[in-house]
């Protein structure tokens, strides 16, 4: 039987895997890192180094920035060089160790220890001014724009450089949400004119020091951005809903990246959820999608389910399809 990280590597690489990969168990991913803030659960408010608060509303399943006008940190996009300020990059040793423990107990030969990096690029861009003014500014200041994103890439590789200095990590686990259900937020030439070099630069000093594997999150619609995320260097994206025909993207792609879900979290992991459910949206990627450049997982950005017991189930019944199918 080989190991989870050999059994991913299979599979990526169109080789012999011997199961389907289950969701994310072929990574140990190290979120809480020095300067990640973010409210975990419902009811909690969280102001970051960056200057943007964080709420989680208790009737909802995950946080957002407050963007009104005594929250939003970037009012006027012209003004970027005064009002937005990257955080300090000094911290000390006992921030770390929470971390370097956590990257001490992985088995770097049943798994790869995976660096986590969220909020990403695009992201930070509409946490700081909100959306409607980050997607208009790159209409209106595009020149300034750029000058924004470039403070954003430059602080990220900044934070990568300490990051493989401390931990050593084997992969990548990068979030940037790029569109939603049905469509990106971003024409593909758009997008590429913002974000394609910004992320070579980075996806490429990850792999030029030693990191082997890098997974995108974006659980979206994302399929006409699918040759572009193979330019920056993406080998899985995680995230990919059942909305863009993922046989036909790997028959097309599957030979240059790797396709992460296919089981859309919001018709799966709700308060009303069933097993039945489960078996059901589980089985039908897995046959559709095949053995290959394809590992069935919740589009959700982490291990782990919004309602209790949903990602186990759906990890039993991965199981359970891979006897049926192996």
Not at 46 to 59: A, Q, Y
Not at 140 to 156: Q, R, V
Not at 207 to 226: C, F, M, Q, R, W
């Amino acid at each position: 039987m080989l190991t989870k990280k050999q059994n991913l590597l299979e599979t990526i690489k169109g080789g012999s895997p011997d199961r389907f990969v289950n969701q994310y168990e072929f990574m140990d991913v190290a979120i809480f890192l020095p300067g990640f803030k973010y409210p975990l659960a419902p009811g909690q408010t969280v102001k970051d180094d960056w200057g943007i608060t964080f709420t989680f509303p208790e009737d909802q399943i995950g946080a957002f920035p407050i963007h009104d006008d005594t929250h939003k940190v970037l009012k006027d996009i012209t003004q970027w060089r005064e009002q937005v300020k990257a955080p300090s990059l000094d911290f000390k040793d006992e921030e770390w160790a929470p971390a370097i423990e956590q990257a001490s107990k992985v088995n770097r030969e049943e798994q790869f220890l995976a660096a986590g990096q969220m909020p990403g690029i695009f992201e930070m861009t509409h946490h700081l001014m909100g959306m409607e003014d980050a997607l208009m500014a790159l209409y209106e200041e595009p020149e300034e724009m750029h000058g924004l994103i470039a403070l954003l890439k430059d602080y990220e590789l900044r934070r990568a450089e300490q990051i493989i200095d401390r931990l050593h990590p084997d992969a990548l686990f990068h979030h940037d949400d790029w569109g939603g259900q049905s469509s990106t937020f971003l024409s593909p030439d758009m997008y590429a004119d913002f974000f394609l070099e910004p992320y070579k630069e980075i996806y490429k000093f990850w792999k030029d020091n030693g990191v082997e594997l890098i997974v995108h999150h974006s659980d979206s619609y994302a399929a006409t951005y699918v040759p572009l995320m193979i330019e920056m260097g993406i080998d899985i994206w995680q995230g990919a809903m059942s909305t863009n025909n993922i046989p036909a993207l790997i028959e097309q792609y599957g030979k240059q990246i790797t396709f992460m879900g296919g089981l859309d979290s919001g018709a799966i992991d709700f308060p009303e959820w069933k097993p039945e459910i489960c078996a059901e949206h589980v089985r039908k990627a897995c046959q559709s999608c095949g053995k290959h450049y394809f590992i069935p997982c919740l589009t959700q950005g982490l291990g782990f389910s919004s309602f209790p017991g949903v990602y186990d189930e759906v990890s039993k019944q991965i199981d359970i399809i891979s006897k049926e199918m192996y």
